[in-house]
């Protein structure tokens, strides 16, 4: 078997010099780095990712967390997977997507078995066990979402109060003023409690407050029937009503059309704003969705951050960063109707 | 340091015992098998992957490779990779994240740092580099697709021919005469070459010559525009056309609508068969899409079992399986109208 002596031989430098460059644990010049690599190359060094583990106490292996046995992925949660397994790349780490129940009873498991540098939560909810048992261990995580009191945590999370502001500060610069906040059931689901429908409830209730508006909340199952029904609902308590915000991505295509069936059609007679969701969704609305976008590149990437800056100590404070989601205006928003 | 020997002494048992709880090697009865796990607990003995890993040259990790750097996973791929995360842990494996790019460039280092076990690959392509470069280098792979020759690989892809088959069935049972399928735009794209797309089109071309009836075959930008725009091309050139077969699961909602648009309305003027999809996306539209659902759990399980059993010596001969899409009637399909 080819040593870290042979290499140094081959390329005419100390064996610590070599371990720099195979550890990452120190910069070295560029051409004595080429000149390494080439002589593990021409000898054919493997790098050895457990021995090189095991000496260090590190893996550079840390997981993804999502409750997936209990509740699917919503689709824009692909994204932020997909982005957080390319930011943890880039930094020389891998992401393991562990699938854990709600509960959080793997926990200790995935925690004591020597494998994990840390851990990344996702579809965080208000009360998390998994959070719990992680801070009880003592393991090291960041979370993409947050719990109700994440003052002690690291996590990047859609900042709901901003982005319900602006999606507010639109619909009322077009002039409506009965504005209605339609999020998805959650009742004896395992999304009760979920973050995203509590923050932006309580945003968008100081909101209108702060507008001189009065509020109109509800919510609906997430489908193109539970859209429909909502609007029904939504009519026949507030015949004045104009816009709608969504935080329902499944329902907001039903409500766009059920609008049209009842003389109400986006954007001449009312307007819908569908939130945090993607912009491939509201294409396939017909008219397309004007939406307040997910930053979902940003948050895996400064999810994997949070967590890498802390197993790393290269962090000065606890990271925590709240990003808005982005308006895109397309077809179902306009000025607000003279009804 | 506590040993194997310490658990073994606590529990009462032999040395050996205690390896084949730890390594899952050979089953022990459950009295005692409680046993030792509570001797461990007590005395905080960790089950160290790691040291583990390198007495027996296994990690039990596994690599899920999606070209994502290149293309966004779509919205079944999640819960393909959802499924295959499940899977793997059941049998005591984990499942990484890999972005690699399509041509396959990371492939060698993949395989060579020693933490992988072996590779899943989806989104394969008829010509994959990815898998020319993994045969190069002798990995133990298996794949969630096909490309054009797979009869040496390890697989488990959908079943285009049975499931176009069956949605032909279906359609002409209804009475359609004048049918055609609509794939999604594939040039100088990263989905040239794409299997599903390939393989759709043969069955097709040769079902409905089969059934005597002629085949037209188009394709359109994946959207809700690309979806109006084909109704328009494909009702000028076959005004006759009573019946669409979609492989473009984006485009399909727009198909549907501006065939209502245009004087068309489905169920009763037309039908659109949307195949190769999931029936959370056939609910957003209007009325609700009759769809052949992807077997998207037993893609991720057949998967992950046709690398696992590679690895693990347990298959009798290569894994190769093919699961059809399953029909879903709901309210875009009906009779043929008399046009």
Redesign the interface.
């Known amino acids: 078997m080819t040593t870290m002596r042979d290499v140094a031989e081959r390329a005419g430098v100390s064996t610590a010099t070599v371990s720099f460059v195979i550890n990452g644990t120190k910069r070295v010049a560029p051409d004595t780095h080429a000149r390494i690599v080439q002589a593990m190359d021409e000898l054919g060094f ?6 090189r ?2 000496a260090s106490r590190r ?1 550079r ?1 840390i997981a ?1 967390l ?1 409750p ?2 209990d509740h ?2 919503g ?1 824009t ?3 932020i ?2 982005s957080a ?2 930011a943890a ?1 880039d930094r020389g780490y ?6 854990v129940s709600n509960d959080g009873r793997e926990m200790k498991e995935l925690l ?4 994990l540098d840390g851990v990344l939560l996702m579809e965080v909810q208000m009360d998390d066990q998994r959070v719990q048992k992680l801070t009880e261990l003592g393991g090291t995580f960041a979370l993409i979402g947050r719990t109700k009191d994440p003052s002690q945590l690291a996590y990047a999370d859609i900042d709901f109060d901003r982005t319900v502001a602006e999606g507010l500060d639109y619909l009322v610069g077009l002039g409506h003023r009965q504005i209605a906040l339609v999020l998805g059931q959650q009742e004896g689901t395992s999304l009760a409690g979920y973050g995203p429908y509590v923050r932006t409830e309580a945003a968008f209730r100081e909101g209108m407050a702060a507008r001189g508006l009065d509020p109109i909340v509800t919510s609906t199952e997430p ?3 539970g859209g ?1 029904s909502i609007v029904d609902t939504l009519l026949e308590e507030t015949p004045g009503l104009t816009a709608i915000m969504v935080l329902n991505e ?1 329902a907001a ?2 409500i766009v ?1 059920r609008l049209a069936e009842v003389g109400r059609p986006v954007p001449l007679s009312a307007s819908v704003l569908s939130i945090a969701t993607t912009p ?2 509201g ?4 008219p ?1 969705l004007s939406t307040m976008n997910v930053p979902e590149v940003e948050l895996g990437e400064h999810g994997v951050a949070a967590l890498i800056d802390q197993l790393e100590g290269t962090m000065k404070e606890l990271p925590q960063v709240l990003i808005p989601c982005t308006l895109q205006i397309e077809g179902t928003t306009g000025p607000a109707p003279a009804l």
């Open positions: 493997r790098r050895n990712v457990l021995a583990a095991l893996t292996i993804l999502s997936v046995l699917r992925i689709r949660g692909m994204s997977v997909t397994a390319v790349s891998r992401l393991v997507l562990s699938p004591t078995d020597g494998l489908s193109q029937r429909m499944d295509p039903g059309s491939a969704l294409a396939m609305s017909h397309v």
